[in-house]
């Protein structure tokens, strides 16, 4: 016993020091690509596809994950209406967080007015105009868009919401066959081992696409339009971070008695990852990776996670409501409250119909102004200049907003390890960075039941 118990912690020790490594040299790749960008401007717009080719690496791993996520999780539940559950307690809460995010914008942006002063040239109108996008759908062709051509194409098409509505349906059917349903499930956590061992060994690559994706941004922005618009910027970094950690994080106290900072450190890579890609989807399958290890059942995870992506996006309410405001003093044409809240509510809703949409927070705007006041269009143009540095804030507001709401509906339908969420925050159990799976969970030979924290091992020893 005392010749193994040494070599226990020994190689998690490893595993840490490895990926430790990995992060600092994303780190020095973020700086060099904003020396680089800065320096040389139009090689560095060149490196773009670095950064491309990194986020595509990513999402190529999105939907097996979600599937085997959801797939598991379900598949485990003995009642079919905890999962109804937990989704109509998940859609009900992004509802309310998103009306509350566009709230706070509206608040901020007639405090700061932004826009006051700036002048419309033609070139401005035009670009605002090309920015409107083809692909954002009104909201019946987007319902029926979740529905996949066939099986297969949910994971061929990268529809994050038709991979859920396939991994729902399988995992209801197995929950349906019972015992016959389990080597099936066997068969699906073997895949998902795999799958997160392929997304280990991509993030190696993490410091080379994340060199090319920021070199690439402050290549084309450059420092003039940073300047012009630093007004518009600040407040929108300033009211996301107040949103994370005030609003949300007092929920986190209130309901799960979680510290917001506890929490945001834990995920502070998967920060450093969707900062240096401006994408929040590369760091998804580790949200999920990381809400199951944290003590939130796979049923819970599986559903929040992947439809948060789509309806829960807190940080594109913010940016949507202080830009439409932005765009209105820009034009010279302020908007009275009463214009703006049904302008704003359109926004709401046209956002879930560009869900997936390439650049959808800028796309959306510009869509939704088209379909509710066409004359705002043309001051869009002034935001395409510092639209990728916002999307950095969106997209680290909405992630952050994710993961809380992981959280809460895990705690609200009492489907989190309480005891779990306390240790890991603490470093106690770290997180496995090379398998991206518990050791527990990795090296059980039956599926474990969702939600038991410590008790699974009890059971798979059974």
């Known amino acids: 016993m005392a010749s193994t118990s040494p070599t226990a912690p020994a190689a998690p020790a490893r595993k840490r020091d490895r990926t430790h490594y990995l992060y600092i040299a994303v780190i020095v790749a973020v700086g060099l690509g904003i020396a680089v960008g800065l320096i040389w401007p139009d090689a560095a717009v060149e490196l773009k596809p670095l950064g491309t080719g990194f986020v595509n690496l990513i999402k190529m791993m999105i939907s097996p994950i979600i599937?085997?996520?959801i797939v598991l999780g379900i598949g485990s539940v003995r009642k079919a209406a905890k999962v109804g559950a937990v989704g109509g307690i998940a859609l009900g809460y992004f509802l309310v967080m998103s009306l509350v995010a566009l709230a706070i914008g509206l608040v901020v942006g007639n405090i700061l007015h932004p826009g006051d002063g700036l002048h419309i040239t033609n070139a401005l109108r035009q670009t605002g105009h090309a920015q409107v996008s083809a692909d954002a759908l009104p909201p019946v062709d987007f319902v029926l868009s979740i529905i996949p051509t066939t099986f297969l194409s949910a994971f061929t098409e990268g529809q994050v919401l038709q991979t859920l509505l396939v991994a729902l349906l399988t995992g209801f059917a197995l929950q349906a066959m019972g015992p016959v349903g389990q080597?099936?499930?066997?068969?699906?956590?073997?895949l998902q081992r795999l799958v997160f061992r392929i997304l280990a060994m991509v993030m190696w690559v993490a410091p080379i696409g994340a060199f090319g994706a920021i070199a690439a941004v402050v290549g084309s922005s450059g420092v003039e339009a940073l300047k012009s618009l630093a007004v518009l910027m600040f407040g929108f970094y300033v009211t996301c971070v107040l949103f994370v950690v005030v609003v949300l994080g007092t929920i986190l106290r209130l309901v799960a008695g979680v510290n917001v900072f506890a929490l945001l450190k834990y995920l502070a890579r998967e920060f450093l990852l969707i900062l240096s890609t401006s994408s929040s989807e590369s760091a998804l399958p580790?949200?999920?990776?990381?809400?199951?290890?944290?003590?939130?059942?796979?049923?819970?995870?599986g559903i929040t996670v992947p439809t948060g992506y789509s309806f829960n996006l807190d940080g594109t309410m913010i940016y949507m409501t202080m830009a439409s405001l932005f765009v209105a003093d820009a034009l010279g044409t302020p908007m009275s409250v009463g214009e703006q809240i049904p302008l704003l509510l359109f926004l709401l809703l046209a956002s879930k119909g560009a869900a997936g949409v390439s650049g959808a927070g800028l796309a959306t705007l510009a869509g939704g102004l088209q379909s509710h006041k066409p004359a705002l269009v043309d001051g869009v143009g002034l935001i395409v200049g510092i639209d990728r540095f916002m999307s950095e804030a969106r997209a680290l507001t909405n992630f952050a907003g994710n993961a809380i709401?992981?959280?809460?509906?895990?705690?609200?339908?009492?489907?989190?390890?309480?005891?779990?969420?306390?240790?890991v925050l603490a470093g106690e159990i770290p997180f496995d960075e090379t398998t991206l799976l518990d050791e527990d969970e990795a090296g059980t030979a039956d599926v474990p039941p969702p939600g038991q924290g410590d008790g699974e091992k009890e059971l798979a020893k059974a």
């Open 183 to 190: 080597p099936v499930l066997r068969g699906v956590e073997h």
């Open 67 to 69: 599937f085997c996520t």
């Open 405 to 423: 709401a992981t959280v809460l509906i895990g705690t609200w339908t009492k489907e989190i390890d309480q005891d779990r969420v306390r240790r």
């Open 286 to 301: 580790r949200l999920i990776a990381k809400m199951e290890h944290l003590g939130v059942s796979k049923p819970v995870v």
